[in-house]
Structures are given as structure tokens and as C-alpha cells.
């Protein structure tokens, strides 16, 4: 950069800058192709933020599509009464927090000899339960995020 804000001072300060041009038009091309450089660069970002998302999506959506009757039976419990205190000891339980579809809200204790501990579900699957209840089963109850 200081190419660029030496082509500037020249341009504003000199009056005779004619035997500098040489030099100012080499500062705007690196400032160009440094400013080029920083949006190529956001603009990849951006994509593999959005390809992880997507990879991530699909994979809960297969992993939702392939619950045990254990997991769709706790998944059922949490939707009846939204907010539960599940031993995270139990398999199902445990494979749920595992695969980040149940998120353990805190831990109240350390020694906890019950392993109870809040719970709720990822946002992104509970959209996707809320438009595919036939996940759970048909006795599902209605599910809504409220902003219908």
C-alpha cells in the first residue's frame, strides 16, 4: 500500500508530477489487485461457509430419516413438553447430544449422580420437524417456532 499513498501525496501535494506518472499507475494497479484479492477472498469464504452449512443440513436430515423408535420416542417426549431434564447417560439420549440434535443447555453440577441435565433441540432440526412431523410418527402433536 504505501505505492498507493505515494501516488496520492504526489497527485494532491506535487504540482509538477508528470516524471512520477509511471509510478502513480503502478500504486493504483497493486491497490486494485489488493482490493481484487480481498473480495476473492470474501467471496470464497462465503462459499465454504455455505457448503459446510449445506453438508451439515444434509447430513442431520439422513440422521433424523434414520432415528431408533428410542430416539423418535425421546424426540416426542421433548416436543410434548419442551424443556426436559434428560439423563444424558442413557444411549439414545447420549447418541442424540452426540450427533448435536439434543444441545445440552448448561450443567447444573459436577457431580451430578442422576446426569440430568437440560436440554433442547438444534433450531435447524426443529424446522425440520416442524415440516416433516412424519419423522416422529403420526401422533405427534402440533409443533410451530410461533412465526407462521
Known amino acids: 500500500m504505501p505505492f498507493f499513498i505515494s501516488a496520492w501525496a504526489v497527485f494532491f501535494f ?16 497493486i491497490a486494485a489487485i489488493c482490493i481484487l484479492g480481498q473480495l ?28 431408533t423408535p428410542k430416539e423418535k420416542e425421546v424426540l416426542r417426549k421433548y416436543s410434548e413438553e419442551r424443556a426436559l431434564d434428560l439423563n444424558i447417560s442413557e444411549p ?43 419423522v416422529l410418527g403420526s401422533d405427534l402433536p402440533v409443533i410451530s417456532l410461533g412465526d407462521d
Open 92 to 134: 439414545a439420549v447420549a447418541r442424540l447430544v452426540y450427533d448435536k440434535i439434543l444441545v445440552v443447555l448448561f450443567q447444573t453440577e459436577l457431580n451430578n449422580p442422576f446426569f440430568l441435565y437440560p436440554v433442547s433441540v438444534d433450531s435447524d432440526v426443529w424446522e425440520y420437524l416442524d415440516k416433516h412431523r412424519e
Open 14 to 29: 506535487y504540482r509538477d508530477w508528470a516524471p512520477y506518472q509511471s509510478y502513480m499507475k503502478f500504486g493504483y494497479i
Open 40 to 67: 476473492l477472498t470474501w467471496v470464497c469464504a462465503c462459499v465454504v461457509a455455505w457448503a459446510v452449512k449445506d453438508q451439515e443440513r444434509r447430513r442431520m436430515i439422513k440422521r433424523l430419516q434414520g432415528l
